[in-house]
């Protein structure tokens, strides 16, 4: 079973939309979360952190769930400009080690 | 502030050569990482530096991956011989704290690396 597992996507929709992503991890210890963005030939970017208590950031909602292991993102009002790879993120802690989903693509469409 | 800085930015070789990247962190950033990233995949940590030690390389292929990180700032990723499979982007990313700090990574363009 991989770390951190992500619906590859694509996920095509019209500007405007709502579209949610989620994430499952397999490692309960696991200390902190985050959403990165990735852009087309690019590195990857931070996003945003990822709160048990769901923190919004303009368009963006991200939500935990320690229980259950989940981790999602809602993205209201999709832009053209959102369209990008998202890259769900674990912090194991120690040195800040952080384990990667293989990420789920976003294309918004006019 | 200037971001991290990598190169080359591509570099195509023939399998069984060998390769170099070269990664400068953000000033500051005592902790250094690097990372492999296959084409449809997540980053993948090959190695962590904190200062000039090496606190992760659980997932570096030491038989033909070496890196360095001499005097806690520049580092250099060696892969020698290179084989089909490495084909990837490197990605070099850097953070502020050590141990149990939580501080965003911030990473570098990457180095696109073509196997022939």
């Known amino acids: 079973r991989k770390e951190v597992e992500q619906d590859p996507g694509p996920f095509n929709v019209p500007e405007g939309a709502t579209v949610a992503f989620n994430c499952t991890y397999s490692n309960s210890a696991s200390q902190s979360f985050f959403w990165y963005r990735q852009d087309c030939r690019k590195e990857p970017k931070l996003l945003m952190s990822?709160?048990?208590s769901g923190n919004e950031d303009g368009r963006f909602t991200a939500q935990l769930n320690r229980a259950s292991q989940y981790i999602s993102l809602l993205i209201r009002d999709s832009k053209l400009s959102d369209s990008a790879t998202y890259l769900c993120?674990?912090?194991?802690?120690?040195?800040?080690?952080?384990?990667f989903g293989a990420g789920t693509r976003l294309a918004v469409h006019p | 502030e200037a971001g991290v800085a990598q190169s080359p930015r591509y570099k195509i070789i023939e399998k069984r050569q060998s390769v170099a990247f070269w990664c400068n962190p953000i000033s500051g950033h005592a902790t250094l990482y690097w990372y492999q990233q296959i084409l449809g995949q997540g980053p993948k940590l090959l190695i962590q530096?904190?200062?000039?030690?090496?606190?992760?390389d659980s997932q570096l292929p030491k038989d033909r991956f070496s890196a360095e990180r001499l005097k806690g700032v520049d580092s250099t990723l060696k892969i020698q011989p290179a084989k089909l499979e490495d084909s990837a982007v490197y990605l070099c990313a850097s953070s502020l704290g050590g141990a149990n700090s939580n501080q965003p990574q911030h990473f570098g363009d990457g180095t696109r690396l073509s196997i022939l």
């Open positions: 990822v709160y048990s």
């Open positions: 530096f904190q200062n000039n030690g090496v606190v992760d």
């Open positions: 993120v674990v912090n194991l802690g120690g040195y800040n080690k952080l384990i």
